[in-house]
């Protein structure tokens, strides 16, 4: 699930001060300074007991690095705090499943996409979902917050359902096990430990694949979030995670964690 910046009335206030943050990574520098939400993200994020970031994404981060010759560092900040942390010269890049949308791009500047998913509804199997405003008319769909998902759904469906918003995906998933929503809406990625689970047996993707990001209603993909004066930074970041693709590393270690392909088409 995409994660969004959950005040949005914020980044207009941002934007008017963007250009008091214009200072820029520049290419050469050594070190390079990735922002990433303190709360777990599993499989893109998870931080060890040992203070270690494993998962997707910090895999990708150390690949980036290496094909830059550059150092990482990861640098942990809240969530609702994370573009003005960027803009504050705190650190570099965000690179924690952040979604592109039209009302970040006029506050920072993005790479290109570097993963993209689909949005799936689950729901017990012996229901029968027809999923289109009025199908779903009376129905209850639960959805994580602050994620491109909830946007999405609340957007498509708000008018007829029920949109029920939770703070993280195990609270909407124990409220759908539970009996206590109708349906979820969470991106493919999501839902594969969920439906592998002994709970999750009993459940199943309706219509999986029916809701695909389109451009207009779903989101732009996601992609690292940079500072807009950073275009040297920019173009470097999206020459390695090019090469990565083009190697066959992005494919490697997409493997690991994902058993679909998640770069962009």
């Not at 390079?32 to 060890?48: C, D, I, M, S």
């Not at 965000?94 to 949005?119: H, L």
């Amino acid at each position: 699930m995409k994660r969004t910046f959950r005040n949005l009335a914020l980044l207009a206030s941002i934007g008017v001060t963007l250009c008091s943050f214009a200072a820029s990574a520049s290419a050469g520098q050594d070190t390079l300074r990735f922002g990433v939400a303190a709360e777990p993200y599993p499989p893109f994020l998870v931080k060890t007991p040992t203070g270690q970031f494993t998962g997707f994404e910090p895999d990708l981060i150390r690949a980036i690095c290496t094909e830059m010759n550059a150092k990482c560092e990861i640098k942990e900040v809240a969530w609702d705090g994370i573009i003005p942390a960027l803009l504050d010269n705190k650190f570099d890049v965000i690179f924690n499943s952040m979604g592109v949308s039209p009302e970040r791009q006029k506050v920072i500047a993005f790479s290109r996409p570097y993963y993209e998913t689909t949005g799936v509804f689950v729901a017990p199997k012996d229901v029968k979902l027809t999923l289109t405003p009025e199908g779903l008319k009376g129905k209850s769909i639960g959805v994580e917050g602050s994620t491109t998902d909830a946007e999405f759904v609340q957007t498509a469906y708000g008018k007829t359902a029920t949109i029920r918003i939770y703070n993280t995906q195990d609270e909407c998933d124990a409220d759908l096990l539970a009996g206590h929503i109708d349906a979820a809406f969470l991106d493919k990625v999501g839902d594969i430990d969920l439906l592998k689970s002994r709970e999750g047996a009993t459940l199943e993707e309706k219509g999986a694949g029916s809701v695909k990001m389109d451009p207009l209603k779903y989101g732009l993909g996601v992609a690292a979030g940079l500072r807009k004066g950073d275009t040297a930074l920019k173009a470097r970041i999206d020459q390695a995670l090019d090469q990565l693709h083009t190697s066959g590393q992005y494919a490697q270690i997409s493997k690991k964690y994902f058993a679909i392909d998640l770069w962009p088409h």
